[in-house]
């Protein structure tokens, strides 16, 4: 049977506490914070859902799924159009039994379609994560410059977010995107009771259409939890060509003002190397991530390896055709 989300609420998902970092039971454990504003604590290092369904197999990402709980890994990532869908139910069969130690959260994927079609998707998600409830729904790729537009619009995505909270289907609500700091902001302007926001937060972004010098202050501002992710980069291009280690990426990421760092972990091994890193994490000094910031401006200044932001490499496909946009396989970059 789904956990329900009373038994949820009762048994909670860690700590419930209201301030600091925490540390996880059992020693160098990963340390949990705030989530914003809502009271609940989540893993400073997520999991990534579309990696998660790029693993190997089922079994794989079972595993995955297994040790990133047992080393105190609360938050998992999704999106109801990550691979078409396997990547939630994957992630749903490996949480069997274990949703109430999860912070699970999935986005819908309207991408200017309607209330309806977006409270369909969210009753899909709950059937193929094996739940009753969402702790977190977020409207997916805000990318396009038309999107908040679209979105708040009568009947659009931001009015299924508030009836499916009312409903108690989701505790929380936001919104994701990766593609330029100015339409965060738009999507900001409307003063929705959003209660995360997920961007791109690396140290070469710092330097480039910058999330971090102008969304992050205004989440801050807000009390709206930051959730980072790409913090190598998305495919990890700016650690092929030299310009971090995975290790500087990922503390980098992980020492910035956010609730959780979402990671792509799609092997045991990937899992492993960023335990390395979270176990225990201690933040960066600021002298330390000013050098990196420095060291990371030339690779940054054009925008070459946060390709995410330059180019419609990770632009989804199901966006691309509801904006009546050539397919990513048709543009040349």
């Known amino acids: 049977m789904p956990a329900s989300r009373r038994e949820f609420l009762a048994a909670g998902a860690g700590p419930l506490l209201f301030g600091g970092t925490t540390m996880a039971q059992n020693g160098q454990q990963i340390p949990q914070r705030q989530l914003g504003r809502t009271g609940v604590q989540v893993s400073a290092l997520g999991l990534g859902g579309y990696h998660l369904g790029s693993a190997e197999d089922e079994q794989q990402a079972r595993r995955i799924v297994d040790e990133a709980l047992d080393a105190g890994i609360n938050f998992f990532d999704n999106a109801w159009e990550y691979h078409e869908g396997r990547s939630e139910a994957w992630l749903g069969s490996a949480l069997k039994g274990k949703r109430n130690s999860a912070i699970v959260m999935t986005k819908v994927c309207t991408h200017g379609r309607d209330r309806k079609v977006a409270m369909q998707q969210l009753e899909e998600s709950l059937k193929r994560l094996q739940t009753d409830h969402l702790d977190i729904w977020q409207i997916h790729e805000v990318v396009y410059e038309n999107d908040p537009d679209w ?32 339409i965060h902001l738009k999507m900001l302007s409307h003063d929705f009771p959003f209660d995360t926001v997920q961007m791109p937060l690396n140290c070469l972004d710092a330097s480039f259409r910058s999330f971090e010098t102008h969304v992050l202050p205004e989440l801050q501002k807000r009390g709206i939890a930051p ?24 503390r980098y990421a992980m020492s910035l003002p956010v609730a959780t760092t979402i990671s792509g972990i799609d092997s045991i091994e990937v899992l492993h190397q960023n335990l390395e890193v979270a176990r225990g994490f201690q933040a960066m000094p600021a002298t330390e991530m ?28 199901i966006g691309r055709e509801q904006h009546g946009f050539h397919s990513v396989e048709e543009m040349p970059l």
């Open 227 to 250: 959730l980072g992710m790409k913090s190598m980069g998305g495919s990890g291009e700016m650690i092929r060509k030299g310009a971090v280690t995975p290790s500087e990426a990922l």
């Open 151 to 182: 979105i708040f619009a009568p009947n659009g995505a931001a009015e299924a977010l508030a009836e499916a909270k009312k409903q108690g289907k989701v505790r929380f609500v936001g919104f994701t995107g990766h593609k330029d700091p100015s």
């Open 290 to 317: 000013s050098s990196l910031r420095e060291r990371s401006r030339s690779y940054a200044a054009d925008g070459r390896y946060e390709l995410f932001k330059t180019t419609v490499k990770y632009d989804g496909k």
